[in-house]
């Protein structure tokens, strides 16, 4: 089964699909190693594992070692390889580690054109105040707990051909789809808090679901004020823009966020807003913003972005918009608005896998992003008056994810162009309503002109028949009926006056 603890011929058997370059930097890495007598185990790890045994590419190359430090291990390799035929090409120099990430002492170089990291397996500890860990050299169990889900904490050992699952459930949690992590989710998320956002976006990408102490860890106000307390908002921005650019469902990932109670902890609004006095707002409340709850807003805002994800979808798959049936307009027996239209579709075959997306990835985040905020557009922050944007979109955006300046201002564009659009749609409507309440009027009028001339012509036709004349001819009555009436007696004139009346 594949929640076997050690997953053996990986690669030999299929299980794990090495693209070409894979094979070439792996063949490298072993032959340096036996070369040069390295007495060390040398283990892909996290994503790179999970998305191969998903059969998803990925070209995140982790690698860990167990008997020297990452540095040392990478520069041995990088020089050996340096002497051999063609070396000089495959193999870049180390790069320094970001700032960031220099407690980690990791080591990153190019081999083959292929961006490759190195570190040895560590213990992490945390302190009660930062996410930043006291980082010192540990076993392979010790790397396994300190990673964020069981997912990946599985490794390929390139000396063994084989996965290893060091926590016994990471296989399982893979093959049910369930985002666990490997020590108790207090634990975990006590030690870095980002997680929880983490283990949300994951959610959302793979479709997975969330180990009941993950939901329950979160819903605590203490796991609340420990990710405001320990995590910074840039880091915030990254999660959700990952989120957005997810090739998953973002709007499954924010779902949960909101169910998990975290909207108004992530999108941090302004003490204070008002209605702009230039901005259209969308239609979409009839009360203020103001008067709703974050989950009324966030319920919105997801509506909203699973309609735009949805048309994206249609868009990049060649579907036709609804109401269109996807024909081009060519007349039968035109050959040359025919053989025009085959040449479209053979150049823009939605089946083609190398066709590129018509709405490529960057496109689709910043409409999301806009799709998202879209329930705030119209309002602006009260406290920034002289500030060039005061939007609330673009205050939660740039001031609470700490996105981009770009980006918060072509999402500002776009919300901008929307509700021009919807501005005109507004204005016709209006015009339309207005030209239907005329008519209903007119249509109103008549239907009360001829009730009023119909009991005219009945009154006038009583009269006439109690004087024994002949009714005029709007009033014309049945035949027989004035001889009949010529010498009327008491009970017929109640009656007649009674059906003037």
């Excluded at 990291?117 to 302190?127: A, F, M």
């Excluded at 002949?470 to 004035?482: D, H, L, N």
Aim: glycine share 6%; charged share 25%.
């Amino acid at each position: 089964p594949l929640w076997m603890r050690v997953l053996k011929d990986a690669v030999a058997s299929g299980r794990i699909k090495l693209t070409p370059l894979e094979l070439r930097i792996f063949a490298k890495i072993s032959s340096a190693m036996a070369a040069l007598n390295l007495n060390c185990t040398v283990r892909v790890n996290g994503g790179w594992v999970r998305d191969k045994l998903m059969q998803n590419e990925s070209d995140d190359l982790d690698l860990v070692v167990d008997t020297m430090k990452g540095r040392e291990f990478a520069q041995a390799v990088c020089d050996f390889l340096r002497t051999q035929p063609e070396g000089a090409e495959e193999v870049g120099d180390l790069l320094a580690a970001a700032e960031q990430s220099e407690h980690l002492e990791v080591a990153t170089f190019s081999l083959c054109g292929q961006m490759v990291d190195v570190n040895h397996l560590r213990l992490e500890t945390y302190n009660e105040t930062s996410r930043i860990p006291q980082v010192t050299a540990g076993t392979v169990d010790d790397d396994c707990r300190r990673r964020d889900f069981t997912i990946n904490c599985l490794y390929y050992n390139i000396n063994t051909d084989c996965v290893e699952d060091h926590c016994d459930v990471a296989l399982q949690d893979l093959e049910n789809g369930i985002i666990r992590t490997p020590v108790p989710a207090a634990v975990s998320f006590s030690e870095d808090p980002l997680r929880l956002l983490r283990a949300v976006r994951f959610a959302g990408r793979f479709n997975f679901q969330l180990a009941a102490d993950i939901a329950e860890s979160a819903q605590t106000e203490r796991m609340r004020e420990l990710l405001l307390v320990k995590v910074k908002r840039e880091r915030f921005g990254l999660e959700v823009d990952k989120m957005f650019k997810s090739i998953g469902s973002p709007v499954r990932s924010f779902r949960l966020l909101c169910e998990l109670g975290y909207y108004d902890v992530v999108f941090e609004f302004p003490p204070s807003y008002d209605r702009s006095a230039e901005a259209v707002c969308f239609p979409f409340f009839p009360v203020p913003l103001i008067e709703l709850t974050w989950q009324e807003i966030a319920g919105a805002s997801l509506d909203i972005m699973q309609v735009v994800l949805d048309t994206i979808e249609q868009v990049n798959a060649g579907q036709p918009a609804n109401g269109e049936d996807g024909r081009d307009g060519a007349q039968e027996g035109d050959a040359g608005t025919a053989s025009s239209a085959d040449q479209k579709m053979k150049v823009d075959d939605p089946a083609d896998p190398q066709r590129p997306p018509r709405v490529d990835t960057e496109q689709r985040r910043l409409l999301l992003l806009a799709a998202f905020t879209a329930p705030l557009w119209g309002y602006e922050c009260s406290h920034a008056r002289k500030a060039a944007h005061r939007g609330l979109p673009f205050h939660v955006l740039r001031h609470s994810l700490r996105l981009s300046q770009t980006t918060c201002e072509a999402v500002v564009h776009l919300l901008s162009a929307a509700s021009g659009i919807v501005a005109v749609a507004r204005r016709w409507l209006e015009l339309l309503m207005q030209q239907g309440e005329r008519e209903r009027q007119d249509h109103v009028f008549a239907l009360a002109q001829a009730a009023a001339e119909q009991a005219e012509a009945r009154d006038e036709a009583a009269v006439t028949t109690r004087r024994g004349g002949t009714p005029s001819k709007r009033g014309e009555t049945a035949p027989g009926t004035a001889s009949s009436a010529a010498k009327p007696n008491a009970s017929s004139h109640r009656s007649s006056n009674s059906s003037s009346n």
